[in-house]
């Protein structure tokens, strides 16, 4: 399995304002992603977080909004800018281990 | 892209009842998830199962992928089995669609 550790684990923000959540794994692993939950819903792919290039981003989120750093095999970043209440929403981390998947405990953001 | 549909979206059950949920996917896979959200969010990964069955503990999936399906089996449920039940697929080089889940309440 995977141990990951993602940070915050919530936080109320300012509309207009960023917020820049932090996920480290336990070991090096190739594959890390970006996921969206929007209250009562499914999960989203927000964007496939490369280590050395730019992420690999979903159709509808754009780098601009979700930007993405992946400076090593154990750590990756993900920038909610230029936040509205619409971006509210469960934000998790995730790596492929051996096929599966497993997920940090997630950043609950509410934006006022 | 490919698409999955879970069933039933609600599930109620008492305790010590089973329950049978149910993946479908609209093309061939080749990797196949089930994930419990429990009720604080945290999602944990259940089984990996691209084909064929798969038993852990109380809970087993199976997976016919020929006729692009899969299972997943509670057997004699308890409280903390409450939460949401995910299928995520996959095909080709593809990244994981998930499901909308089902939200199972295992009452006492």
């Known amino acids: 399995s995977a141990v990951i550790s993602q940070k915050p684990s919530r936080d109320i923000c300012q509309r207009g304002t960023s917020l820049t959540i932090q996920c480290q794994v336990d070991?090096?692993?190739?594959?890390m992603f970006w996921y969206r939950q929007q209250p009562g819903q499914s999960l989203t792919l927000i964007a496939t977080?490369?280590?050395?290039?730019?992420?690999?981003?979903e159709s509808g989120f754009v780098i601009d909004k979700f930007p993405i750093s992946r400076p090593n095999l154990t750590f990756s970043t993900l920038t909610v800018s230029n936040m509205s209440p619409e971006d509210s929403s469960i934000y998790l981390c995730?790596?492929?281990?051996?096929?599966?998947?497993?997920f940090g405990s997630g950043t609950q953001l509410s934006v006022l | 892209g490919i698409q999955v549909e879970q069933s039933p979206p609600d599930l109620i059950l008492q305790e010590g009842a089973n329950s049978t949920l149910r993946c479908n996917f609209s093309?061939?896979?080749?990797?196949l998830q089930w994930f419990h959200q429990n009720p604080w969010g945290q999602l944990i990964n259940l089984f990996y199962?691209?084909?064929g069955t798969k038993q852990n503990g109380r809970l087993s999936a199976t997976t016919v992928a020929t006729e692009r399906y899969s299972l997943l089996y509670i057997s004699s449920s308890q409280t903390t089995d409450s939460g949401v039940y995910f299928c995520?697929?996959?095909?080709?080089?593809?990244?994981?669609?998930f499901g909308k889940g089902t939200m199972l309440l295992v009452s006492p």
């Open positions: 995730s790596v492929l281990k051996l096929e599966k998947l497993f």
């Open positions: 070991s090096q692993v190739t594959m």
């Open positions: 977080a490369n280590q050395g290039s730019e992420a690999t981003y």
């Open positions: 093309d061939s896979v080749n990797n």
């Open positions: 199962i691209p084909s």
């Open positions: 995520a697929v996959n095909s080709g080089y593809s990244t994981l669609t």
